[in-house]
């Protein structure tokens, strides 16, 4: 901070001036200043699921520097139980795998990620970001509480069956409402197939039974015209019998 070099140098010219009086006064005086340069937040994780540390320098204006992590609050110097470590833009040390610089480090954004964060992980992590100068390191502490994951049931009803929704609040899904918007129109969906189905059945059954009653009547509407020819042929052919025979005196 500006604020800060410009107390510094002041400082230093008190102590060339009036080195033997100013010592007493100014070193609680300089204790206080370089603790004000560091803050502490929290952030909550969910057990299972991957959790960011926030911590953020401007590069534009230090350009890029040299920055660790460590499990514990911000010492005097360095970082207490180092996890990450980078200098210059490199990552030089990682006590694990699951230790990640998922942001923008080019861009002065360097959160830490703890994959699949588990209980023990919670605590106290400290940023040191190493900005040229006296005192001007950039100190964050961050409270890190890991909680297990809250489970919601959500229960919705139709007409024919009943369908049950585990939404986690750890996960993705912003809002339980959109999840019952889009149940319901699944349902609503899949109900609505459904009953096109069954029309498209019925239409089907009816079309075929009528086809088969059609071939029915004209089966057996050929089969009586077959019996009706053989009785009037039958008929005929005596009469031509009695016909053709002579009559005899």
Request: charged fraction near 15%.
């Amino acid at each position: 901070m500006w604020w800060q070099k410009y107390m510094v140098a002041s400082l230093k010219d008190m102590l060339t001036q009036y080195p033997t009086p100013m010592c007493g006064l100014l070193i609680p005086f300089l204790l206080i200043l370089i603790q004000v340069s560091s803050c502490t937040i929290t952030v909550t994780g969910y057990i299972g699921q991957d959790v960011t540390l926030p911590c953020s320098y401007d590069v534009q204006a230090n350009g890029i520097v040299s920055f660790c992590w460590g499990h514990g609050q911000v010492p005097r110097s360095k970082c207490s139980n180092t996890v990450l470590s980078s200098d210059n833009g490199d990552v030089t040390f990682r006590e694990s795998p699951r230790y990640q610089l998922l942001s923008q480090v080019m861009q002065g954004d360097i959160s830490l990620t703890i994959v699949k964060a588990q209980k023990t992980d919670s605590g106290v992590y400290g940023c040191r970001v190493e900005i040229p100068g006296l005192f001007n390191d950039q100190k964050i502490n961050v409270h890190l509480i890991m909680e297990e994951a809250p489970m919601e049931e959500l229960d919705v009803q139709s007409t024919t069956e009943a369908v049950t929704v585990t939404v986690s609040k750890g996960s993705k899904i912003p809002k339980i409402q959109s999840v019952t918007s889009q149940v319901n129109f699944s349902l609503h969906e899949n109900f609505k197939a459904l009953l096109e189905a069954e029309n498209i059945g019925r239409i089907a059954a009816i079309f075929f039974l009528t086809i088969i009653l059609i071939l029915i009547l004209i089966i057996r509407r050929k089969v009586l015209m077959g019996r009706t020819t053989r009785q009037q042929l039958n008929t005929k052919t005596a009469e031509n019998i009695y016909e053709t025979i002579p009559m005899t005196q």
